[in-house]
């Protein structure tokens, strides 16, 4: 599917990539968390409000404690799959570690994918961490391949085309593997994110889902939020799956997971420890300390698993 082909619901999440991007980097400008990749995707932000900068702190410091509990347990002989990736930059952080994983793969509409292939091209400092002395980097059709990294177009709608990407990329089903989805399925037709799932599920027995969207949505806040939302022809298809966290549960299960788990934002910052919570809270001035707990409270991580080796995976770890 070529980029002309995309309705205008989907340029509308397209470009939710952007500001989600220039919000990272206003955080990590201000000492949030360290990223020295952002810069490479987003030249130039206005400063955004505090409650902005603390709500992407606690979503990236959560979704980076459960890959922490996810790589202690199975090692970097493991994969990981960014669903909707954008312009994340976990890859190039991660290979910065010790936990450099055998396999990441990145997947999102055509467009996207297209902007970061040449970003990276442009960049020698991203360039130079997915290439090896003796690999190569191919651009292939408009996604990249390199030794352990892989950028690919797709239609996460299509779960036949999900699946030729994966294999295009070298996934292996035998292989443990970690799935991030971070406010993408939301975005999707229930029955396409159902199906999409319910694949995820029976193609990985040892896995780990890591999905972050909206919750509560059926109070007043949620409605303000799904008005703004719609404003922007981001209609939530899936809103019926984010009224709250039992919900997501259900249906996390209901597509083949064997264990499934939902924190909404203002406890996943709770379990953050007291002295990280302490550094963050001094970084900025917080007038509407009422208005973060309301987002904190409308947007929720879920974990989902497969596996007695991930059957411990918690908040509190």
């Given at each position: 599917m070529n980029a002309m082909s995309w309705s205008v619901e989907d340029e509308a999440v397209i470009a939710t990539?952007?500001?989600?991007?220039?919000?990272?980097?206003?955080?990590?400008?201000?000492?949030?968390w360290k990223d020295e990749y952002i810069?490479?995707?987003?030249?130039h932000v206005d400063r955004k409000a505090p409650e902005i900068n603390r709500g992407y702190y606690a979503r990236v410091k959560?979704?980076?404690m459960f890959i922490h509990q996810f790589l202690e347990r199975c090692g970097t002989k493991c994969q990981i799959i960014n669903l909707g990736c954008g312009f994340d930059t976990l890859y190039w952080r991660l290979k910065d570690t010790t936990q450099a994983v055998s396999n990441f793969v990145e997947l999102d509409y055509p467009s996207v994918i297209g902007k970061k292939c040449q970003i990276i091209k442009r960049n020698k400092a991203l360039l130079e961490k997915i290439c090896t002395e003796d690999g190569e980097v191919v651009v292939r059709s408009g996604d990249l391949h390199a030794e352990g990294y892989h950028l690919a177009g797709c239609d996460l709608a299509n779960v036949a085309e999900v699946a030729r990407k994966l294999a295009g990329a070298?996934?292996?089903?035998?292989?443990?593997?970690?799935l991030l989805a971070e406010c993408v399925l939301v975005y999707l037709r229930p029955v396409a994110a159902d199906a999409l799932l319910a694949h995820l599920a029976a193609a990985?027995?040892?896995?780990?889902?890591?999905?972050?969207?909206?919750?509560?949505l059926a109070d007043r806040f949620g409605?303000?939020?799904?008005?703004?939302?719609?404003?922007?022809g981001c209609a939530l298809a899936g809103e019926r799956f984010c009224r709250d966290p039992a919900a997501q549960e259900q249906r996390l299960l209901a597509a083949g997971f064997e264990a499934a788990r939902c924190w909404d934002m203002?406890?996943?910052?709770?379990?953050?420890p007291e002295e990280e919570r302490t550094r963050v809270e001094a970084l900025e001035m917080l007038d509407e300390r009422e208005l973060l707990q309301q987002l904190h409270s409308h947007y929720a991580l879920s974990v989902a698993t497969r596996g007695a080796l991930f059957a411990d995976l918690d908040l509190n770890c």
């Open positions: 990539n952007t500001d989600a991007t220039e919000c990272k980097r206003c955080a990590v400008e201000l000492g949030y810069t490479y995707f987003a030249k959560a979704i980076e070298g996934v292996r089903g035998d292989t443990p593997a970690l990985f027995p040892r896995c780990v889902l890591l999905l972050y969207e909206q919750c509560n409605e303000v939020m799904l008005r703004n939302l719609s404003a922007r203002e406890a996943v910052w709770r379990a953050f």
